[in-house]
């Protein structure tokens, strides 16, 4: 199992190496996504070295905590984020989108262990969720009604959803099921980064006051600011504290968080870095944008 011993500065660390290694995949592929991938890295680093209960050498655990990517786009970041945890050799991560390779642009439960579902179709992940949390809780109780196998009553179910993927109507449904089976063991967490592949979100289609929206459907709201770590640690902390309702985590992130000229650019959603711009994207991310000089610059 992954060691929870880590101190904020070491995931801090854990998540620039993490964004360092999207860079050279992207432009290694080709092809792939950096503005989404980029922005997640805090919140993957978390789940993977902090949050989530799994086992890398034994993926099927039938204790582990469930994670799902629903906005399946966002893949290279949880590529990098499950070979630094010991999922895969990271030498791996030179194969994405390569024909056969099990790193393909959306994630294939089949090809990778420790992945459990296969998305691309967007809005389907949280429906995934909420099946697999009443499955959850049906596995929980025995034939007379008594409390069976408890092991499953401390299981959480954890899915990361764009916020420009909540145009589709299936997050609504399912939304609306959680709450009637106040499925508290379903933990969302909304990528809040403002940018979709056309455009601004407030643009391509207005999502106003979000908290409202889930508010309306019944759901626990926590907002927080997702670049940063203890607060995405904490709320996550607090959500597992609240078991009559699902909760939902808007998590306000920087789209290509940490190169300076992808930042908040949506033109960057679907877009790698090629090598010069590569080489740009390392250097802004080894210097802090500048911010720290070499000796001779």
């Not at 209960?53 to 906005?71: V, Y």
Request: with cysteine; hydrophobic share 40%.
């Amino acid at each position: 199992m992954i060691s929870k011993k880590y101190s904020i500065a070491e995931l801090e660390t854990k998540a620039y190496e993490i964004r360092v290694d999207i860079i050279k995949m992207l432009e290694h592929a080709g092809s792939g996504h950096s503005a989404g991938p980029l922005g997640l890295a805090d919140i993957f680093t978390a789940l993977y070295f902090d949050i989530l209960n799994h086992d890398p050498k034994n993926p099927d655990w039938s204790e582990r905590d469930l994670f799902l990517l629903s906005n399946g786009h966002c893949a290279p970041v949880q590529y990098v984020a499950m070979a630094h945890a010991g999922y895969f050799a990271r030498e791996e991560l030179k194969t994405l989108r390569q024909f056969g390779s099990r790193l393909q642009g959306h994630p294939e439960r089949t090809k990778l262990s420790g992945l459990e579902t296969t998305s691309g179709p967007l809005g389907c992940g949280l429906s995934q969720a909420c099946g697999m949390a009443l499955a959850m809780r049906m596995n929980s109780v025995r034939d007379d009604g008594s409390n069976g196998m408890n092991k499953d009553l401390h299981r959480w179910v954890y899915v990361v959803m764009g916020d420009g993927e909540l145009d589709e109507g299936n997050i609504w449904e399912a939304a609306m099921l959680a709450s009637k089976y106040k499925l508290g063991n379903v933990i969302g967490i909304v990528d809040r980064n403002n940018i979709q592949i056309d455009g601004p979100t407030e643009e391509v289609m207005p999502l106003d006051d979000l908290a409202e929206k889930w508010q309306g459907f019944g759901w626990h709201v926590l907002e927080i600011d997702g670049n940063n770590m203890e607060e995405f640690i904490d709320a996550c902390s607090l959500a597992r504290s609240i078991v009559e309702k699902p909760v939902v985590i808007i998590a306000r992130t920087i789209p290509g968080k940490g190169v300076d000229f992808m930042e908040y650019d949506f033109r960057w959603h679907g877009k790698p870095p090629n090598k010069e711009e590569a080489k740009k994207a390392l250097h802004d991310l080894r210097t802090l944008k500048g911010k720290i000089r070499g000796e001779h610059e």
